[in-house]
């Protein structure tokens, strides 16, 4: 089993509707969370991180953070084609980045 | 703000050889991680450094070393290139005080090992 797994897609979605990228984790002394994006040849980016159980929003961008089901998921509301890119969920036991173990991504398709 | 900073951008090695790659992390950062991304996979964890030693380390092998300096600074070092070792690498900073714990990445340098 993978520490992380993410659902490698890719995921095609029309521009304007909500993309939903789910990712689940192995280890349960996990405690932060985090979704990066990466546009092809670049580096990835951080969009999103969640430390605590529920929903946290930020612009377009919710996390969700389910630790009893060892479960996070990032929608993206309003997708846009500039949305398009790898998504890459990470996990990590202890703040500042420790050791964060990455998932293999999940490339997203925002169609105009 | 400078953020986090690696140089080359760039490189060609040929197998056998030995390489450093350089990172300067994001201005208050304290912590650099370094991590192997082969094409179509997600950052693999090499090592990661703290109070200029290393305070973790993935499952890579001996010929995979580092380095960080008083200014926060890091380096990666790879001896006796393999083939395999043509990747992304990526440097991350983070602090390990403060609320903003989240780690920021620099923008890579592609190694190709031929």
């Known amino acids: 089993q993978k520490e992380v797994e993410q659902n490698s897609g890719p995921l095609s979605v029309p521009e304007g509707a909500i993309a939903s990228l789910n990712c689940t984790y192995s280890d349960r002394g996990s405690q932060s969370f985090f979704w990066y994006r990466q546009y092809s040849g670049k580096s990835p980016e951080l969009i999103m991180f969640?430390?605590?159980?529920g929903d946290k929003e930020d612009g377009r961008f919710t996390a969700q953070l389910n630790k009893a089901s060892q479960y996070v998921s990032l929608l993206i509301r309003d997708s846009q084609p500039s949305d398009s890119a790898t998504y890459l969920c990470a996990v990590s036991r202890l703040p500042g980045g420790f050791k964060t173990i990455f998932g293999a991504g999940t490339r997203l398709f925002v169609k105009a | 703000d400078a953020g986090v900073t690696q140089s080359p951008t760039h490189l060609i090695k040929t197998r056998g050889q030995q390489v450093t790659l350089r990172c300067s992390p994001k201005s208050g950062h304290d912590t650099v991680s370094w991590y192997q991304q082969a094409l179509g996979q997600g950052p693999q964890f090499i090592f990661q450094?703290?109070?200029?030693?290393?305070?973790q380390r993935g499952n890579f092998p001996d010929r995979f070393s580092g380095h960080q300096f008083p200014n926060y600074s890091s380096e990666l070092n790879v001896n006796a290139l393999l083939l395999g070792d043509s990747a992304l690498y990526l440097c991350a900073s983070s602090s390990s005080t403060g609320a903003g714990t989240e780690a920021f990445f620099g923008q890579g340098t592609r190694l190709t090992v031929v």
């Open positions: 969640i430390y605590s159980n």
């Open positions: 450094y703290y109070e200029e030693e290393e305070r």
